[in-house]
């Protein structure tokens, strides 16, 4: 009877996902979603593959906070956190179809879990889609809840669109959060913003475009929104793509950037004989808009 006391206190240590893990191997058996398009063998654990072109080496584990380099081309990434909404993110889908536009959802697990065909959707439709955690906590958790975070939401992702996140948006965009933290350690790279639209539900769709178009640079990251209450950003979209089309910009989802960048990167370091460019852990201010 002595023994059988401990048995529990087992059982739980062996099921505790250790804040270095990769996150590409899952640590326990996923839950299986209704409806999944897996099979039987789902009930085992996952295994995600990366394919090794989709992120360069040198962003993974890396945190971006600012681009690490001037680009010639007139490149841009609209970037959607917080969906997919049943309301809104099918309008915007609709929209970024109508002008060929590629961008990159950072979703939020539960709610992907409860409308998997919408981030279905986005895969199919060529977007990236990506973690932005699993529940969207309000404020910091501990190593073993970010590192539940990063995975239910990796496992729900991976499951609906076949490819397991690579980039990590941190909620709020704090770089600082543990979540952020177990994120580098697992080998994603951990993606804030260059250009923030501010699109809450306070301001009117004029006010957005004009935050988004008024000074934009090639290569900027910019932070939108696809979640509840976001019909100003509905509105706003069809105008922000006009004016930054007529400016000469194509859009393209935050990996196709990077390895953008990368190449760049690679171009400059080549013809100045330089060590490779380091990238930053941390971003220098807190902007919680993400």
């Known amino acids: 009877m002595r023994i059988l006391r401990f048995v529990p206190l087992l059982l739980c240590w062996s099921a505790w996902p250790a804040a270095s893990s990769p996150l590409f191997v899952a640590s326990w058996t996923p839950e299986v979603l209704p409806s999944s398009p897996a099979t039987a063998d789902s009930a085992r654990p996952l295994t995600f593959r990366l394919p090794p072109e989709y992120l360069p080496a040198r962003f993974r584990g890396r945190c971006l906070t600012q681009r690490p380099v001037a680009l010639e081309d007139k490149v841009i990434a609209l970037t959607f956190d917080d969906g997919p909404d049943p309301d809104i993110t099918p309008a915007i889908l609709d929209t970024l179809a109508r002008y060929h536009a590629r961008s990159t959802f950072f979703v939020v697990g539960e709610r992907g879990k409860r409308w998997p065909d919408l981030i279905q959707r986005e895969a199919r439709s060529g977007h990236a889609v990506e973690s932005h955690s699993f529940s969207h906590p309000s404020e910091d958790v501990n190593l073993w809840h970010a590192g539940r975070e990063l995975q239910r939401a990796g ?17 709020w965009g704090s770089t600082e959060i543990n979540m952020a933290r177990v994120a580098r350690q697992r080998g994603l790279c951990v993606v804030k913003w260059t250009l923030c639209a501010g699109d809450n539900p306070r301001l009117t769709a004029a006010e957005i475009v004009v935050a988004v178009t ?7 990251i910019v932070l939108l929104h696809d979640g509840r209450d976001r019909q100003q950003t509905v509105r706003a979209l069809p105008e922000v793509l006009r004016r930054l089309s007529d400016a000469g910009y194509r859009f393209i989802t935050v990996p196709q950037l990077l390895r953008r960048w990368d190449s760049a990167l690679t171009r400059e370091e080549r013809r100045h004989a330089r060590r490779p460019v380091r990238l930053s852990h941390h971003t220098p201010a807190h902007d919680r808009s993400g």
């Open 155 to 171: 496992i729900v992702i991976t499951q609906w669109t076949g490819r397991a996140p690579t980039l990590f948006r941190p909620p």
């Open 214 to 220: 008024r000074n934009p640079r090639p290569g900027d």
